[in-house]
DNA sequence: GTTTTCTAATACAAGACTGTATTGGAATTC
DNA sequence: GAATTCCAATACAGTCTTGTATTAGAAAAC
């Protein structure tokens, strides 16, 4: 019963609970609200055990930031991976929203803790801007496909239509946690597909404008 | 030169330049980040007189909430109540963007700190919530006024239109601090200005399906 | 012009947070 | 199995923050 853990291990999931200690409490009090001692209290450690792993408070805010924006950037690409039309994707965010709607609040105070904290930390803004061309542009390339699957022309640069498609989710994120009877647990995914829609409607409207 | 003041007044700007020294450092540092000390001396006061106008820093909060949800939906009134078509209203609508993205990012970092406080301050949430409702139901009145003026049936409940443009601004207000040279200084307007058209492209093409 | 009322500055006590230095006890190496 | 290396707990000094209590000075009332 009692697993031996090497030394790198025990590290490591030390490292781990500090971190997600962490970001329950940057999610509940924020990032500059949470003592280090309240997070290693939390993770089960003390203090010492902190400043053992991390430099300090700034250096756990940055290796949070950097997992999060990893890891949400893989979540979303295995969830689509598998969907063979465009029903299916839909399909698989819808789900992948849902699971994530069980904690809303906590999860987009966490994103925004760590998007202030980036704001004011220069070193930090590359690390997420990246991350958000990335999504941008790989958005822009699913909307091209899908347009072009319904014959119909984009009705404008398809980084933009990315960009509004991108931008609605923190959006309606926000939204939802204001005012959670007003929107629903797949607004963002409805929303999408009915921008989707109208973009086609537009394109067609415009490519069939001679023929018709 | 030197206007006498009533004390009335004395004490209204007092707590003005305590607001507005308050609302920087929040930008800055954070609602946590700032101390009541460093808002008093920025104000040019001490924290004897922040106490004397204030019950604490909540309670400033709490005022400062109020005061921008308020003065932010009477801009946007007043910028877009004299426009009398639609290209009026939107050129009123960028200049107000304008106008605002020359402190971008402070703008939006106050934003999310006050958003971060309310989700986290109950008896604050429903401040934001009634004034979010009011935005978007007044959004939802316009979308259906545009759409019936092009003749076109709403492609979706003119509230769902609303809460899309409604959502739009704060999502491209974070992608454009977090990317600058991705979002241009007007894309919230040609955004929602693209929206319009699409949906009424949606809603025309439905309505006239039958006819052709 | 004197008294009263109110505004803002200063002083103070109590508590919290940080980062480091030291110590005890495991895990690895020989 | 002894020595060494590493991890985490505890102790400590210093700084910062808060809220209140007291005090000086200006405005209002008489």
Redesign the pocket.
């Known amino acids: 019963m009692a697993e031996?853990?090497?030394?790198?291990e025990?590290?490591r999931r030390?490292r781990g609970r500090l971190l997600e200690a962490a970001a329950e409490l940057f999610a509940e009090r924020g990032v500059n609200g949470a003592?280090?001692?309240?997070i290693?209290e939390r993770a089960?450690?003390?203090?010492?055990?902190f400043?053992?792993?991390f430099d300090?408070?700034d250096a756990l805010v940055a290796e949070l930031l950097a997992e999060r924006t990893r890891r949400e950037a893989e979540e979303v690409r295995e969830a689509t991976a598998g969907a063979a039309t465009r029903a299916e994707a839909f399909d698989a965010l819808r789900a992948w929203n849902r699971e994530r709607a069980r904690n809303l609040e906590s999860w987009l105070a966490l994103r925004m803790e760590l998007l202030l904290h980036a704001i004011r930390t220069p070193e930090l803004r590359p690390l997420l801007a990246e991350r958000e061309q990335a999504a941008r542009s790989a958005l822009a390339e699913g909307v091209r496909r899908e347009l072009d699957r319904d014959g119909a022309a984009p009705p404008a640069d398809p980084a933009f239509l990315a960009l509004i498609a991108h931008a609605l989710e923190d959006g309606l994120l926000i939204q939802r946690v204001l005012d959670p009877a007003a929107v629903g647990d797949e607004a963002v995914v409805d929303a999408v597909e009915l921008l989707l829609r109208s973009w086609t409607a537009l394109g067609g409207e415009a490519a069939e404008e001679g023929g018709t």
Chains 1, 2 share one sequence.
């Not at 031996?4 to 790198?8: F, G, I, N, V, Y």
């Not at 003592?35 to 309240?38: A, G, L, T």
């Not at 089960?44 to 055990?49: D, E, I, K, N």
């Open positions: 031996r853990l090497t030394r790198q025990s590290r030390t003592s280090v001692e309240q290693a089960g450690y003390s203090r010492g055990a400043y053992g792993n300090g408070k």
